[in-house]
């Protein structure tokens, strides 16, 4: 259910662009999440936020993680559509941590090989 949004101030409305204003005054930017600590309000960030990762988990072929943007939307912001362009958030972190990862499946292979 969406509530009323607020007009933000001069400092945060210079930050944000034409859409950001927009949903900020219109609701559509404010999240409110019931909880035991009562209710917390949370202006954007809703991809972000929905975004969670498993872990890593033994398989049968080595490890495994998985990464969700658990938010409808996700996938036309990562890749482009027909009428928008893509804004991607996942496949940039994961080449940010190329060579980390890199790191690790060396680390294991040498590892699983008998090596230190």
């Given at each position: ?76 912001v990562e890749f482009p559509t027909i009428r928008t362009a ?31």
């Amino acid at each position: 259910m969406r509530q009323g949004g607020f007009e933000p101030g001069p400092a945060a409305s210079e930050a944000m662009t034409a859409r950001g204003r927009a949903e900020t005054r219109s609701g559509d930017a404010i999240h409110r999440e019931e909880g035991s600590g009562g209710t917390h309000v949370r202006v954007g960030g809703a991809l972000k936020a929905s975004i969670e990762s498993s872990g890593a988990v033994q398989t049968g072929n080595g490890q495994s993680v998985t990464v969700t943007a658990a938010i409808r939307y996700a996938k036309f912001v990562e890749f482009p559509t027909i009428r928008t362009a893509a804004q991607p958030f996942l496949l940039p972190a994961l080449h940010g941590q190329r060579q980390r990862l890199t790191g690790l499946f060396a680390t294991n292979l040498r590892k699983a090989l008998g090596g230190r």
